[in-house]
């Protein structure tokens, strides 16, 4: 008997251990943030301009990347870690599709100030979209909102409030929650102990803009049933792209199939302009 308990309660602490550090942990687990910035948009030769707005007591850093006679203008919302310079490659990606590009980042990331939550987040996001459509004069039905992995919760809460050219949600969850919750034995409420919450599955359903779903069944990071069960909840005019490959990566080693899923989204919403 001594021995049995000896191994249930190995084994309650196997289980119990990670859950109480998820939940006293959670902020840096979910806003793995870094503050070091080693790269501008100079670095490809593009044009750009600095943003600094005022965000709750606290500065919201972003970049506006301006594209020649562009088709419309991406606000781009980016995954959980690192900062803006690792996201160069994926502004360069929306350029290609003929976009200008509006990208950001949340508090406590690279130059924007304060601490990461999910309110802050959402403010983050606002202040973005209030600087496009009033400082630069963008129309919302020129606006495509695209988010990936985290950004994507960014961009359902916007979608849910704002009719937009188009809408673009990439390799994101249901909830952080229900993240959580395929992590761990369904006996165990560890979901319920998690404050940052990012409920996009009760915001795609108000979304009122062509939207395009797209998900990996190979994503290891963000199950496959998410974006899966994000696009049954959401109503039409959608589209739902899969591609392949891991959680960062997918978009990658899926170029092709990416980038024609994209572009027949794409087509009939922002026509291709002639370059000058």
């Given at each position: 008997m001594s021995w049995l308990f000896v191994l249930l309660l190995g084994g309650a602490g196997l289980v119990l251990v990670p859950a109480f550090l998820l939940f006293f942990f959670q902020g840096r687990l979910i806003f793995p943030a870094e503050r070091f910035m080693d790269r501008t948009p100079e670095v490809f030769g593009w044009e750009y301009e600095e943003i600094h707005l005022p965000v709750a007591g606290q500065t919201t850093y972003g970049w506006y990347v301006p594209l020649e006679?562009?088709?419309?203008?991406?606000?781009?919302?980016?995954?959980?870690?690192?900062?803006?310079?690792?996201?160069?490659?994926?502004?360069?990606?929306?350029?290609?599709?003929?976009?200008?590009?509006?990208?950001?980042?949340?508090?406590?990331?690279?130059?924007?100030?304060?601490?990461?939550?999910?309110?802050?987040?959402?403010?983050?996001?606002?202040?973005?979209?209030?600087?496009?459509?009033?400082?630069?004069?963008?129309?919302?039905?020129?606006?495509?909102?695209?988010?990936?992995?985290?950004?994507?919760?960014?961009t359902a809460y916007l979608a849910s409030q704002k009719k937009v050219g188009a809408v673009i949600l990439e390799s994101t969850f249901l909830s952080i929650p229900d993240v959580v919750r395929d992590m761990f034995p369904s006996f165990l409420p560890v979901h319920a102990l998690i404050s940052h919450r990012f409920p996009s599955k009760d915001r795609v359903a108000k979304i009122q803009s062509p939207t395009l779903f797209v998900h990996s069944q190979q994503d290891s990071l963000i199950p496959y049933s998410h974006g899966v069960a994000l696009y049954q909840r959401a109503t039409e005019p959608k589209t739902f792209l899969e591609i392949r490959g891991d959680h960062n990566e997918g978009f990658v080693l899926s170029e092709t199939i990416y980038r024609a899923g994209w572009e027949s989204f794409l087509a009939p919403l922002f026509p291709a302009r002639p370059i000058p």
């Open positions: 006679n562009a088709r419309g203008v991406v606000l781009f919302s980016h995954g959980n870690a690192g900062n803006l310079a690792g996201r160069l490659e994926s502004i360069g990606l929306l350029r290609s599709f003929g976009f200008s590009v509006l990208a950001y980042d949340y508090g406590g990331y690279g130059y924007s100030t304060g601490t990461p939550s999910e309110e802050r987040c959402y403010q983050d996001a606002n202040a973005m979209w209030d600087w496009l459509v009033t400082v630069k004069g963008v129309s919302p039905e020129q606006v495509l909102l695209f988010g990936r992995s985290l950004g994507g919760a960014m």
